[in-house]
């Protein structure tokens, strides 16, 4: 029986959902909304008569301030148009999920398969609208028609239509089977396989395995199980997830002939990941003694202190996040959630950080045929990241974004997790993972269904029409938080000796890369958990639906590890036991259907990229600059730009202060409304010891030299630390790399380039890293960011987020930029120096000029010797408490640093910069790295130089009581004209 409940606001209540979609509609569509009013239908599929049916409904609505009808609440008084959103079906729908909980509940029994709540949303409008501005909101703002249907009726369509009493109920099954897929010696018949499978598999890859399957030895291994001489689908799937780009990394894994045409030099590198990244962590712990467990885990983890472990990862979830996204970028956060929580014997999650590059929400030009308007992936990415997150009960700490037209064909969607982890677990160490032969092959969490099916091949390849919808996922935050629960419960009682995420890959990797611990692994499908009848056996063992981790268990804790499950309300799945056999074999109901050799899977099997790699310093014009008089109106426009101003609008949805640990806020100042450097945060109620987190991340510098690039945005994550007060010697970093396709082919014909950029950026994360003793401790590479929908190829910049975590001793001892107190002396410490290439300045002039892309010239480097030195000397001026205020200058210079401290501190300051011998706009505008701006009581100046002796430092002003920006013969501007631009830009969108 379906039963439909009506649930909408009383006359009078305000509802702020419909005043989002007026408000929404204006900024994205220019669309004028009279009002809009909104409804919430449930669809009850359920054995249950009409008096539990209505018990039903009453508990569904809140009686203060809203009412509901069995079928259909009475018209609004006034309305034009009624639009309908729903799931289709199969679509993880979260609010039908919960209310099905609810269901259980009122019923009192557990409910059937089939008993499910369906959810859609009614949005009743009124104003000058066609049926073509209706649809055009529902499809390019209320809904995405990959995973969700529209409806559409006039007042007078729906008045006379009947209550729709259907419900989207998956259907669809089909026989279920296990198909043999014949390996021809034909190359454009194995691409074609392929490519109809969103396999992402190349045509060596095929040949590869069509070879394998012609061994002999393999051969006779499969008679012996009675599997057909070629693979099964089941095997092809799971091969091509292994093989990804996106699980294994194949680029930078891969051999490099790199040559520098600039020095005649050739060298042939064998791997990026392990000459660069893995070789500089390694060098580095010969002289540190706080990393614990790096690129071996889902996390890295580094001491904190006697009694636990920081834990901290960052993950990209962008081509989801095009497709989808409220979907991906939700499946970001709520993934990278469980990254930490499957490091080690698991790990308790403290804190989420989000970062985004996208395009200019304003963006006025065509958007091709496929992707959405940057409006549009900007607000479901916030919203997505947000509600998978904050409904998690994790606070977020830190965020930023990137604005640039190139991100229109991929979105960058980065999100993270800092975790904590007791030093010892169960009489162990807690970074351990280990399986002995005999235990169980375990999945707990939520339900297998066909999203994140190809999840992993298609995140592997760029963005085409033909990209799947079924690799679109929506995570449910509540399933995950009470998963997350119940796994510290069980760990710390001992019930689990080893643990995983089911993340890119499904069952397909999880199980199989656990088995290595043992040597091999046996599950069967017949026992997963499943959202629906009908998918098939490679569905299941592929899809990447969320909320999903995978366990050994002990034999002997199986009653006791269900029992727990079930008092949380947590399902289990105990499918197959690890073994040593040395093979990953999979069975549908006791029937073998695949069995893959785990050496040539993950070790032997998949042949090495061989690519070329060549670099030319491109030649980048630069802007025309004519020198000015006054720079007041160009350092108002700075304020003003998409890469400077306030975030804070969106920035404030994300709720900082679950758990009540924060010290350094994301916002600062007298009215908290200035971006911090960094965050700080205790880790523990009764401990001062605190943890920082900051980054550094500038793609416009790789359009001249990702060499530059990379060192200064390394330079940023690590000095943004030291200008809170976080001890240098307790930095470490992760490195996330996104990048276009670095892959010479005939779609790409400039790879050699690109590869050459990514060639440069792991040297200078190298010889950086090492330099400064921050090792890189995990991180994550994303190397298929172009778009080619709509028939044009867009390719994002060469971008390095580099997210650094570090430690302080005394939270109390926190210093933050904003300017503090009228008779503070103002300094700067490091050296300026005419290092305009790329930065926000040129950006502007360019921008201005109508060349946007003419911002070449020189890059700011970085004097890793001195900088250390200067970062040694803040330390000591924090310990000493010399510090009144400090900030590092980045985006805009120090013009801005200083305008930024100025408004913080609501007071003025009354500068000089022309003792750093530099004409005024490189003085003003510069993006040196390495620099600092502090202040300091005039009683304690002379401190601070003694401190500062021998190293870059120059007094430059005097903080003032006038509210007013005095930069000698360059500016004089109220800091009313400088908050004006600085948070108009993003206000309300």
Not at 692 to 721: C, H, Q
Not at 944 to 958: C, M, N, R, S, V
Request: charged fraction near 25%.
């Amino acid at each position: 029986m379906i039963y439909r409940i009506e649930i909408g606001l009383k006359d009078g209540v305000p509802d702020a959902r419909g005043r989002g979609v007026i408000h929404r509609a204006e900024g994205a569509l220019k669309m004028a909304i009279a009002e809009c009013r909104t409804r919430d239908v449930y669809k009850v599929v359920a054995n249950i008569d009409a008096a539990k049916a209505a018990e039903i409904q009453n508990a569904f609505a809140d009686p203060v301030v809203a009412e509901s009808a069995m079928g259909r609440l009475p018209a609004p008084e006034s309305f034009d148009w009624m639009l309908e959103v729903g799931f289709k079906p199969g679509v993880t729908d979260n609010v039908g999920r919960t209310a099905r909980g609810a269901l259980k509940d009122e019923v009192g029994r557990e409910l059937e398969w089939e008993e499910q709540v369906y959810t859609c949303l009614q949005y009743f409008l009124s104003g000058d609208l066609s049926r073509a501005d209706v649809e055009h909101l529902g499809k390019d703002l209320l809904a995405n028609t990959l995973i969700q249907t529209i409806a559409v009726y006039s007042k007078e369509e729906w008045l006379a239509a009947e209550p729709d009493i259907t419900a989207p109920i998956f259907d669809d099954h089909p026989e279920i089977k296990v198909n043999t897929i014949e390996l021809p010696d034909d190359d454009a018949a194995l691409m074609k396989i392929s490519s109809d499978g969103i396999l992402s598999l190349s045509l060596e890859e095929m040949r590869t395995i069509r070879n394998h399957y012609l061994r002999d030895d393999v051969k006779a291994h499969r008679a012996e199980l009675d599997l057909p001489e070629w693979p099964t689908d089941v095997e092809l799937e799971c091969i091509a997830q292994t093989w990804s780009e996106h699980c294994s990394h194949k680029i930078f894994a891969g051999t490099v002939n790199y040559k520098d045409e600039e020095t005649g030099e050739t060298e042939t590198i064998n791997s990026l990941y392990k000459t660069y990244v893995k070789a500089s962590t390694k060098k580095i712990e010969e002289s540190i003694d706080w990393l614990v467990s790096v690129f071996t885990d889902n996390a890295g983890i580094v001491k904190f202190n006697e009694d636990i472990h920081l834990v901290y990862k960052v993950e990209t979830h962008n081509s989801p996040s095009a497709l989808d996204p409220y979907g991906g970028s939700m499946t970001g956060i709520v993934g990278v959630n469980r990254d930490p929580l499957g490091t080690g014997m698991g790990a308790a999650l403290v804190s989420n950080v989000w970062g985004y590059c996208l395009g200019s929400p304003f963006y006025d030009k065509e958007i091709p045929e496929g992707l959405m308007h940057p409006r549009r992936i900007r607000d479901g990415v916030h919203e997505g990241v947000i509600d998978g997150g904050n409904q998690s009960g994790i606070p977020y700490s830190r965020g930023f974004e990137c604005f640039d037209e190139r991100f229109l064909g991929k979105p960058l969607v980065y999100c993270g997790t800092m975790g904590t982890i007791p030093v010892e677990v169960t009489g162990g160490p807690s970074e351990r993972k280990e399986i002995e032969v005999g235990d169980w092959t375990v999945m707990c969490g939520g339900r297998i269904g066909k999203d994140g099916i190809h999840g992993a091949t298609f995140s592997s390849e760029e963005l085409r029409t033909e990209s799947p919808a079924q690799a679109v996922q929506i995570g449910d935050p509540l399933t995950q938080r009470k998963l997350y629960e119940f796994l510290i419960e069980a760990r710390d009682l001992g019930l689990f000796r080893c643990i995983t995420d089911n993340g890119a890959g499904g069952i397909s990797c999880s199980f199989g890369e656990m088995g290595k611990y043992s040597g091999g692994c046996e599950c069967d499908l017949a026992g997963a958990p499943l959202k629906y009848e009908g998918l098939q056996p490679w569905e299941v063992l592929v899809s990447e639906a969320q909320e999903r981790m995978t366990l050994a268990v002990q034999p002997e804790k199986r009653e006791a590890f269900e029992a727990l499950a079930k008092q949380r309300d947590v399902e289990v799945a105990f499918m197959g036991k690890y073994n040593d056999s040395g093979y990953f074999t999979v069975k549908q109901d006791g029937k073998v259907i695949a069995s893959l050799d785990m050496d040539f899977l993950y070790e032997t099997g998949c042949p090495t990229l061989v690519m070329p790699g060549v670099w030319k310093k491109p030649e980048v014009p630069s802007p025309a600059v004519v020198a000015q008089s006054d720079y007041s109106g160009t350092l108002a426009k700075l304020m003003g730009d998409l890469n400077i101003c306030s975030r804070e609008y969106k920035s404030r949805i994300y709720d900082g202060e679950v758990k009540g640990l924060s010290v350094v806020k994301p916002y600062v100042g007298v009215n908290a409304d200035v971006p911090s450097d960094a965050t700080m945060m205790r880790v523990e109620y009764n401990n001062d010891r605190g943890a920082v987190l900051a980054e550094g991340i500038n793609p416009w510098f790789s359009d001249i030299d990702t060499y530059d690039m990379t060192t200064s945005v390394i330079d940023e994550a690590v000095r943004r630390v030291i200008a809170v007060g976080g001890d240098l010697n307790r930095i470490a970093i992760l490195d996330n790399y996104c990048w276009p396709d670095p892959v010479e082919s005939d779609k790409t014909p400039d790879g050699a380039y690109k590869m050459a950029q990514l060639v440069r950026s792991n040297k200078a994360l190298y010889d950086l890293t090492t330099a400064y003793k921050t090792p890189a401790v995990s991180g994550k590479d994303s190397c298929k960011n172009d778009s080619t929908r709509g028939g044009k190829k867009i390719s994002i910049p060469p971008t390095l987020l580099v997210s650094s975590i570090g430690q302080i001793d005394d939270v109390k001892k926190a210093v933050t930029m904003p300017l503090k107190n009228a008779g503070d002396e103002i300094y700067v410490i490091g050296d300026t120096k005419d290092e305009l290439g790329a930065s926000a300045y040129y950006r502007l002039l360019a921008e201005e000029q109508g060349a946007p892309m003419n911002y070449g010239g020189t890059v700011p480097a970085v004097d890793a010797g001195k900088a250390l030195k200067i970062y040694a000397a803040m330390n000591k001026a924090t310990d000493a408490g010399l510090l009144k205020s400090a900030t590092t200058p980045s985006k805009g210079g120090l013009a801005v640093s200083l305008a930024l401290t100025a408004i913080g501190g609501q007071l003025g300051a009354d500068v000089d910069l022309s003792g750093l011998g530099l004409d005024a706009a490189t003085a003003l505008f510069s993006e040196s790295n390495s620099r600092f701006v502090v202040t300091v009581a005039p009683e304690k100046a002379a401190e601070l130089e003694a401190l500062f002796a021998g190293l870059p430092i120059a007094k430059i002003g005097t903080v003032v009581e006038e509210k007013t920006l005095k930069i000698a013969g360059a500016v004089d501007v109220g800091l009313d004209a400088l908050v004006k631009p600085f948070k108009e830009t993003l206000l309300g969108v």
